[in-house]
């Protein structure tokens, strides 16, 4: 599991850390994995061009150390310095001795010029023009509002020559604690992060520009509190997570799953919803609304009811939204739902018709599961507001409305209603194609299905993202997927999730039939 804590836990981490260390070496370190980061982009030392963006603080003096240590493997090292009066000195030192070069960038130029180059704008243009990597150590973790124009400028001639970049921590320019960008920011091939992943590196917009990630243990970890502010699951703890029958389950002890959707306008939605809910785990899924016929057609084991879902039968989790339309009876058919005491997944069209004060009110779980747009309505404001600030956004949802939230996009966060419910999740499966007609659907129906065969609303939210994810993976490989593919990519990646070995026979086996 990846943790992520926030830039107030992180330097109060190292600052204890660094009361029990030698002057510097926490520093040392730092570097030490920064220059092996760098000569593993290099693939040889000897002879490659690097080139340093050195800032003021302790970003910059990494770099320098890390220069260091490339130039004394026979590297050409040069450092531009944005503010050479607030260099930081034992880097410098450590640079010139091993053969460096260091020189003043004066950032305020519109070319980019710099004094010791000759030739202004041209020198500079000459040394990032020969370089193999742009190590960027402008900013550390303590920067907001987008980068300044002095490194602006070396960053557009940088993206000029297509030098790849090594980032310090964390690219220059983008909120650590937050995943915003509100400004001029690196974007970088590779990232190297000490000590602990910050938010800003698993959040989008930030997340895009980390490129690939790197985390260098500095030995914080004793210093860090249990629990962090943010989480990335990976394979092994979503599996822990998979309902698995046992030698005595039926479809009713496994769970049953009622979905209600689609419409006359939108039959499609039900047929995928219940596609997801079918490959999800539980036991059974009862279907109910007008698209019994295109829904029984695709998938005949679905049990079906024309509704209302107060008579359809129990359920021990409801999927209700997904194409339910804007007819006259939506919100009765959503109100029945929410009146059920059981954990109820609402989604698409369900969103439009939530009452916050009515959300809260339930005794049992509830889950939304809303895209951008749809989380923006829900909080009454744009929605690139949403998409610039979505750590902020989730959790805004989520304490709003009193329910776990799974807010969709480029990065799938899934926050809890209050502090209690633990670390806001990160999602790190998916992929752009996964930005197609009818894909939430599926989701919907795959989240519930776990909510019903027993997991708790933080839980199957965050699994079903992550199954998902995979299966767009999976089907698009680099080419266009639709959402009906999904539902039969998902028994391959839960294979794939919980291993080959927890899928062989042991005997025996539960009933064969309903």
């Known amino acids: 599991m990846r943790t992520a804590y926030g830039v107030e836990t992180v330097r109060s981490a190292e600052a204890a850390l660094m009361a029990e260390l030698p002057a510097g070496a926490l520093m040392q370190r730092a570097a030490a994995g920064l220059a092996a980061a760098a000569a593993g982009l290099l693939g040889r030392t000897y002879g490659r061009r690097v080139v340093l963006l050195v800032g003021s603080g302790d970003n910059g003096g990494d770099a320098l150390y890390a220069g260091a240590r490339l130039a004394r493997r026979g590297a050409r ?17 450590a640079l010139r001795a091993a053969g460096g070069r260091v020189v003043p960038a004066e950032g305020g130029a519109a070319d980019g010029g710099a004094a010791g180059l000759g030739g202004g704008g041209s020198g500079l243009r000459r040394v990032f023009g020969g370089a193999d990597l742009v190590v960027d150590g402008i900013v550390g973790i303590g920067g907001s509002g987008g980068l300044r124009s002095a490194a602006a400028a070396l960053l557009r001639l940088v993206r000029d020559t297509g030098a790849p970049v090594l980032a310090v921590d964390l690219p220059s320019g983008v909120e650590a604690g937050t995943g915003e960008v509100r400004g001029e920011a690196v974007t970088a091939a590779a990232t190297v992060t000490f000590g602990t992943y910050k938010p800003g590196l698993l959040v989008d917009p930030a997340a895009e520009r980390a490129g690939a990630l790197r985390l260098v243990d500095i030995g914080l970890g004793p210093y860090l509190p249990a629990v962090p502010e943010l989480e990335a699951l990976q394979h092994a703890d979503v599996a822990a997570l998979l309902p698995s029958p046992t030698a005595e389950s039926d479809k009713y002890r496994r769970g049953v799953v009622g979905v209600v959707a689609g419409s006359e306008r939108y039959p499609g939605a039900a047929v995928l919803a219940v596609g997801g809910a079918l490959r999800g785990g539980a036991g059974a899924v009862r279907y109910v609304g ?61 969103l439009r018709l939530l009452d916050a004060v009515r959300v809260r009110g339930r005794s049992a779980p509830t889950l939304l599961t809303p895209h951008a747009g749809e989380a923006a309505a829900l909080l009454g404001v744009d929605r690139a507001e949403v998409e610039s600030g979505r750590l902020a956004a989730v959790r805004s949802l989520a304490a709003a409305y009193g329910a776990t939230t799974l807010l969709k996009g480029s990065t799938t966060l899934v926050a809890e209603p209050d502090d209690s419910g633990g670390p806001v999740r990160v999602n790190p499966t998916g992929t752009p194609w996964l930005a197609t007609a009818g894909s939430g659907d599926v989701l919907s129906g795959l989240t519930g299905s776990l909510l019903a065969a027993g997991l708790a609303a933080r839980d199957a939210a965050s699994a079903g993202a992550y199954l998902h994810g995979l299966a767009a993976r999976t089907l698009a490989a680099g080419a266009p997927a639709t959402a009906h593919e999904l539902p039969d990519a998902l028994p391959g990646v839960w294979r794939d999730v919980r291993g080959a070995a927890a899928e062989r026979p042991r005997g025996g086996g539960g009933k064969a039939g309903g």
């Open 77 to 93: 090292v040069t450092a531009l310095l944005l503010s050479p009066e607030r260099t930081h000195g034992g880097g410098l030192r």
């Open 290 to 350: 007008p698209a019994a016929r295109a829904v029984i057609a695709r998938y005949p084991e679905t049990l079906v009811h024309p509704g209302p879902p107060a008579k359809a039968g129990r359920v021990q989790a409801w999927v209700v939204g997904p194409g339910l339309g804007d007819g006259p009876g939506a919100a009765e058919v959503l109100e029945q739902v929410l009146a059920a005491d059981v954990p109820v997944l609402v989604d698409a069209d369900g």
